[in-house]
């Protein structure tokens, strides 16, 4: 039966494939694609797990005292009984065989499978033994997590397989962490549908770097689309189409090759200069997650780096830190693709809907933080762990030797940071200098995206090189709206007045210092925004590489002198963007 499934659209274009579903209670085992040759190994190890848990599960039962309930032996048999059940392993097997999952994501895989027979089941006792079910499934994946960290078997490899020929896989799940979202990275999902999350979620940023069609804030999509459904994703309306119609799915086919049209349309501009009609050259920088963005930054014609988000070289750890030679090298890795062109890197932003490690995520969803997006985020969980600080900083600055690089704090908010941040790059110059190690100038930025650092700019500005503006989260702390949350998602509105008088004057008063300002939140890299930001005087955006041509073609096409004359209607305006459509039109100089 074909229907459809409603979201939020957070990255373009259309993707037709089938569908993997994802478990969120089990969204943070390892999901990775192996190889051929890891195949046999990968089913040993889901076989060595159900041997362990069964050696548990029996001495369980034997060392029972006599005077226990005899319930609690018949529920070890039932788990016994599923552990050697067929359907549990054998189709385990078949996940790994056919689909080269590894073997956790392989499991948690036909649970879901299984958990969906179970609850169609009429007869409420075999039901109720889905519970029964996700125990065996926990006790198997901790006994595979037991295994890795013993080091007797490494993890297979992470591949990147050729899947020409294969359908396409979309990934459907209730929630991605961004750390897992980052395994995903270049894998071969064609889409993905989540069922929270909103348009500046960590997740669906990072789905939009990937540039694949996603919507999120579906609400039910995990629960409603079934393992290996044929799933059309529309990313431009927030539309998930489930088993098509013939029809449909032609019309979708269309749009496809239509927008993959249009893409190399406009990946033609990619060597043409960024400059307005009224010949303003505008700098279009690329936000990157991983050294190795940077080569795609490079191919989409960015001219440097505006916002390396440093946090995701933290994620995917099992919570342990990079060591400062691990950073130095990643960040020497990134100059070094940029060839010269300047690399901002921002300092650690964990925290909110970024946690370290998946022990943190769940406590932060639980008890131990209230509410972890006003908590120790950011540039207040470096000050409060300086030495993690300071040898992210020395790796920062030994990475210089190598290329032109700028250093951002995020979430600033005080004028006390900023010295503390001084204080500890002084510290870091001198352990460096005794040590001998070479570093060069590096600019020092900050992050306008609390609205107190909008406000008090003017105090901010003269203790800073440059600053950026964090738009995501100006949005998110003007507007009291978490960014992640889909049930307030139609209520974070960047048109509202109060977040474009807090860039507009951000934008202004850095300009009247004579200090560089850029926006390196999702705004600069929607072609809806930019005669917007362009008219407030903004002349460095930062955004996904694959956004910058069709912001380059808006720049192409605008006038800025003429786009001017629109801000005090707009900033005065009770409906901004109503106001901005027609101002831009009648000034307006489109070519076509
Ligand atoms: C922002 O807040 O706009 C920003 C660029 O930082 P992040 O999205 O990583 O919070
Ligand atoms: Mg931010």
């Known amino acids: 039966m074909s229907f459809q499934v409603f979201g939020i659209p957070v990255s373009r274009g259309v993707a037709i494939g089938r569908a993997v579903l994802v478990a969120s209670s089990r969204v943070d085992v390892a999901h990775y694609f192996i190889d051929e040759a890891h195949v046999p190994g990968e089913i040993k190890r889901a076989l060595r797990a159900r041997d362990e848990v069964a050696r548990e599960l ?4 034997e060392d029972m005292p006599e005077d226990a309930p005899h319930e609690l032996a018949a529920l070890l048999d039932v788990h016994l009984m599923l552990l050697h059940d067929e359907a549990l392993l054998g189709a385990t097997r078949q996940w790994i065989v056919e689909r080269h999952y590894n073997a956790e994501w392989a499991l948690s895989a036909q649970l879901e499978v299984l958990a969906r027979q179970f609850d169609e089941m009429e007869d409420d006792y075999l039901r109720e033994r889905k519970a029964d079910l996700e125990q065996v499934v926990e006790r198997l994946l901790g006994a595979m997590a037991a295994e890795l960290g013993k080091g007797q078997v490494g993890a297979a490899q992470v591949v990147q397989r050729d899947f020409a020929g294969e359908d396409p896989l979309l990934l459907v799940a209730a929630d991605i962490a961004p750390a897992d979202m980052m395994q995903f990275k270049r894998s ?5 549908i989540t069922d929270i999350g909103g348009k500046t979620s960590h997740t669906a940023i990072v789905a939009r770097s990937m540039d694949i069609p996603a919507v999120v804030g579906t609400r039910e999509a995990s629960r409603l689309i079934r393992q290996d459904d044929w799933v059309i994703i529309d990313g431009d309306s927030g539309v998930v189409i489930v088993n098509p119609s013939p029809i449909v799915l032609e019309e979708y086919r269309f749009r496809q090759r239509q927008s993959e049209l249009e893409r190399a349309r406009l990946a033609r501009l990619r060597h043409t200069p960024a400059v307005t009609l009224d010949g303003e050259r505008i700098e279009l920088h690329a936000n990157i997650e991983l050294p190795a963005d940077a080569v795609s930054a490079v191919e989409a014609g960015a001219t440097g780096v505006g916002l390396f988000r440093s946090e995701f070289l933290f994620m995917n750890r099992g919570g342990e830190l990079p060591t400062e030679e691990e950073q130095f090298q990643a960040y020497k890795a990134a100059v070094e693709a940029m060839k010269g062109m300047p690399v901002t890197i921002r300092t650690v932003d964990v925290g909110a809907d970024k946690p370290l490690d998946r022990m943190s995520a769940n406590e932060l969803r639980h008890e131990h933080v209230l509410n972890p997006a006003m908590g120790l985020r950011a540039i207040r969980w470096s000050l409060a762990e300086p030495s993690m600080f300071r040898q992210q900083l ?20 005080h004028l006390s940071e900023i010295r503390q941040i001084l204080e500890t790059l002084r510290r870091v110059k001198q352990q460096l200098d005794d040590a001998g190690q070479p570093y060069t100038h590096v600019d020092l930025g900050v992050m306008i995206e609390i609205p107190a650092a909008a406000v008090m700019l003017p105090l901010l500005l003269p203790h800073v090189d440059f600053v950026s503006i964090g738009t995501n989260d100006l949005i998110q702390y003007t507007l009291a709206i978490d960014r992640a949350d889909e049930a307030v998602a139609h209520l974070y509105d960047p048109w509202h007045p109060a977040v474009l008088q807090l860039i507009a004057s951000s934008i202004a008063q850095a300009r009247a210092a004579g200090k560089s300002v850029s926006v390196c939140g999702e705004m600069a890299g929607d072609a809806a925004f930019t005669d917007l ?6 002349r460095s955006f930062s955004m996904h590489p694959s956004q910058i041509p069709s912001v380059k073609q808006r720049i192409l096409r605008a006038d800025s002198q003429k786009l001017k004359l629109a801000l005090p209607a707009i ?10 459509s027609l101002a831009f039109a009648a000034t307006s100089q489109r070519l076509h």
């Open 188 to 192: 071969v999902f064609h889409g993905f």
């Open 58 to 61: 029996e001495s369980l039962k």
């Open 394 to 413: 020395r790796a920062i600055y030994r990475a210089s030797a190598f290329g032109k690089i700028r250093l951002l704090i995020p979430m600033v908010a």
């Open 571 to 580: 900033l005065a305006s009770e409906d901004p963007e109503k106001t901005a």
């Open 533 to 538: 930001l362009l008219c407030m005087g903004l």
